[in-house]
Nanobody
Framework: QVQLVESGGGLVQPGGSLRLSCVFS????????TSWYRQAPGSRREFVAS???????NYVASVKGRFTISRDGAQNTVSLEMNSLKPEDTAVYFC?????????WGPGTEVTVSS
């Protein structure tokens, strides 16, 4: 069974930075595609970024050049470095692990970008 726990959210001013982390508990971390999603108030959950064990990354257009996803196979963690944050980045951020149709989600960590 896979469990995911996110941390690192908080309140930050526009233009600031945050680093989110997600700890993966379970077996065969390397075989999972890991991603970050976010859900703003009143909106649907949306894809933010993903990374596989080969280091291949994908980003939603709105965060390209500002966010960086990474993973550490030794620590079983996935991180999201967020720079130049904007008010529209305000959302609950969720960590996701996917393999062969099995989807696992963390409880989320809240990010608020406001002055």
């Amino acid at each position: 069974q896979v469990q995911l726990v996110e941390s690192g959210g908080g309140l930050v001013q526009p233009g600031g930075s945050l680093r989110l982390s997600c700890v993966f508990s379970g077996r065969e971390f390397s075989k999972y595609r890991t991603s970050w999603y976010r859900q703003a108030p009143g909106s649907r959950r949306e894809f933010v970024a993903s990374i596989n064990d080969g280091g291949n990354t994908n980003y939603v257009a709105s965060v390209k050049g500002r966010f960086t996803i990474s993973r550490d196979g030794a620590q079983n963690t996935v991180s999201l470095e967020m720079n130049s944050l904007k008010p529209e980045d305000t959302a609950v951020y969720f960590c996701n692990a996917w393999r062969r149709g099995n989807d696992y989600w963390g409880p989320g960590t809240e990010v608020t970008v406001s002055s």
